[in-house]
C-alpha cells in the first residue's frame, strides 16, 4: 500500500516511523511534512487547509491507497469527508465527529446529556451575561474559547480580576479571533494528591463499535521547569502514566470512554479514528477535561513506538469497522520524549538556525517537528523542533538516555524543559 500523512509536525514524523515498520507498506508520503519525514517519505507541497487542492491532488495520484489526516483545523473543515466521497479511503473522523474537538460548547453538552463526568459549566454567546456570571461565581474559574485556538484558548483563572480580563480578551478583544464569539465557562477541578489535578492523555483507537484504549502518557505544557511559564503545544511527555493501572483503565472504559462512543453514534456523529481523552484525577474520581478528535502531539511521539501490532492494520480496522478482531500488543517498559524548542516559544523566536547534532546512539529517535533544509543544512523552522525520543525498562532509564542525546544536539538559543518524567512520581 502506499499512504499519505497529512500534517507537519512531531506526531506526522512518528505516525509515518511506524508505518513504515509495517510489512504492508510500500512507500509513504506527507502533505507537506518537514526535514524529518522527507527522510522516510516524499513530502508532498499542497496546502492541507485548501481541499480543493489536496482532492485535486488525490484525483491526479491514483496510486496513492490511504490517507491518514492528522491535525484538528483540516478535520474540522471536513477533509475527510471530501477524500471519502470521491472513494478514497482514510483514517480520521468527518467533520460532524470531529466537532467534539472542534467545539468545547459542543463537548460539554454532550457530556451534560450523556451524564459523562466533566466539569459543572456555563456556555455564554454574551458578554455582559458572562461577566455577571463570573463576577457572582469568583474565583478559581476556568475560561475557554469555544473553537479552535492553537491549545491557548483555556485560562485557568486564580483571581477573579484574572477571570474578568481573560473574558474581555476571548469575547471582546478576540485574542482568539472567531473561537471565542463563544465562551465555555468552568468549575476549576481539584486533584487528589495535586493541584492543578492529575492529567492523564490516554488516546483511543475507534471505529464507532469499539474503543481501544493506547498505552497512557503525561504532557508537559508550560514552557519551563517546575510548570512555570506560558501553555505551549507541549514540552515533553512520557509514557506509561505513573498513577495508571488496570483498575482505573476498567473504569474509564466504562464511565468515559465506552459512554462517549455510543453518545456520537447516537447523536448520528459516529467517531472513527483517534479519539483523545484529556483526564484529570480529581477529589471526585476521574473527569474529561477536553476530547480531541486525532493524535495528540507530543504523545504520539511516546505511544507510537511502543506498539507492537502493525499500525496500517489498525488504521484498516478502523475504517472497515472490524477493530474488535485486532489485538492490539505493547511493549513493556516506558518511553520519553524531550521536546527541543527555539529560544522564546511560544511567544517569539527566530526560525533557520542551523542545528548540529553528534552521534546520539542507537536507542535514541530523533524526531523532527519544525526542521527544514536551506542550502543543504538542517535549520530550524518552528518553535518547536526536535523531540528525542528514548526507551528505557523504566521512565528513569528512559529519561536518562534522552537527556543524553539532548546534550549532542544544539542551535543557537535552544530551549528545553529538564524536568520531562518527573511528575506524579508519588503516583
Ligand atoms: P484544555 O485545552 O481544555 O486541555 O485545557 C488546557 C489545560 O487547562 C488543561 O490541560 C488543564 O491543565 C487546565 N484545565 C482545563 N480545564 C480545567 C478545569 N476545569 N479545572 C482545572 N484545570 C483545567
Ligand atoms: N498534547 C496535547 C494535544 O495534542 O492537544
Redesign the pocket.
Known amino acids: 500500500m502506499n499512504v499519505l500523512v497529512i500534517g507537519n509536525g512531531g506526531r506526522e514524523h512518528a505516525i509515518l516511523l511506524a508505518l513504515r515498520k509495517s510489512k504492508r507498506v510500500e512507500k509513504l508520503y506527507c502533505m507537506k511534512g518537514n526535514a524529518g519525514t522527507a527522510r522516510i517519505a516524499e513530502n508532498v507541497d499542497v496546502d492541507y487547509m485548501n481541499v480543493a487542492a489536496v482532492t485535486e491532488y488525490a484525483a491526479a495520484h491514483p496510486e496513492i491507497d490511504y490517507y491518514v489526516v492528522t491535525p484538528d483545523d483540516p478535520l474540522a473543515i471536513g477533509l475527510v469527508d471530501a477524500l471519502e466521497s470521491m472513494g478514497k479511503r482514510c483514517f480520521g473522523p468527518r467533520r460532524n465527529a470531529a466537532v467534539i474537538e472542534s467545539s468545547?460548547a459542543f463537548a460539554k453538552q454532550l457530556m451534560k446529556k450523556y451524564k459523562i463526568p466533566t466539569?459543572e459549566?456555563e456556555i455564554f454567546d454574551d458578554y455582559d451575561k458572562a461577566l455577571a456570571y463570573v463576577k457572582s461565581h469568583g474565583a478559581?474559574i476556568?475560561l475557554?474559547a469555544d473553537g479552535l485556538a492553537l491549545?491557548k484558548?483555556?485560562l485557568?483563572c486564580q483571581t477573579t480580576e484574572q477571570a474578568e480580563e481573560g473574558l474581555k480578551e476571548i469575547m471582546l478583544d478576540k485574542a482568539f479571533g472567531a473561537a471565542g464569539n463563544k465562551i465555555v465557562i468552568?468549575?476549576?477541578?481539584k486533584g487528589l494528591k495535586y493541584n492543578?489535578?492529575e492529567?492523564v492523555s490516554v488516546l483511543a483507537f475507534t471505529d464507532g463499535k469499539t474503543i481501544v484504549p493506547m498505552i497512557t502518557s503525561c504532557?508537559h505544557?508550560r514552557a519551563y521547569d517546575g510548570d512555570k511559564g506560558l501553555?505551549t503545544g507541549g514540552m515533553g511527555t512520557f509514557s506509561p502514566c505513573p498513577f495508571w493501572n488496570k483498575k482505573l483503565e476498567k473504569q474509564v472504559l466504562k464511565k468515559i470512554m465506552i459512554p462517549t462512543m455510543k453518545a456520537m453514534n447516537a447523536e448520528g456523529r459516529t467517531f472513527k479514528g483517534c479519539l483523545y481523552f484529556?483526564l484529570?484525577r480529581t477529589d471526585k474520581g476521574m473527569k474529561v477535561?477536553?476530547y480531541n478528535s486525532r493524535f495528540g502531539d507530543p504523545e504520539t511521539q511516546v505511544v507510537l513506538p511502543m506498539l507492537k501490532t502493525d499500525l496500517m492494520d489498525i488504521f484498516e480496522a478502523v475504517t472497515e469497522e472490524r477493530l474488535a478482531d485486532i489485538n492490539i500488543e505493547w511493549e513493556d517498559g516506558a518511553c520519553v520524549c524531550v521536546v527541543l524548542a527555539s529560544g522564546g516559544y511560544p511567544v517569539s523566536y527566530k526560525k533557520g538556525m542551523p542545528i548540529t547534532i553528534g552521534d546520539v546512539g542507537e536507542d535514541v529517535t530523533l524526531i523532527h517537528a519544525g526542521t527544514a533544509i536551506k542550502d543543504g543544512q538542517l535549520v530550524t523552522n518552528g518553535g518547536r523542533v526536535l523531540d528525542v525520543v528514548a526507551k528505557g525498562a523504566d521512565i528513569n532509564e528512559a529519561r536518562a538516555k534522552a537527556y543524553e542525546a539532548v546534550g549532542k544536539i544544539s542551535w543557537e538559543n535552544m530551549s528545553f524543559r529538564n524536568d520531562i518524567g518527573l511528575k506524579y512520581r508519588e503516583g
Do not use: H
Not at 186 to 189: F, G, R, W
Open positions: 468545547k466539569a459549566y478559581p476556568v475557554k491549545g484558548g483555556v485557568v468552568e468549575e476549576c477541578l492543578p489535578g492529567e504532557d505544557k501553555n484529556g484529570m477535561v477536553e
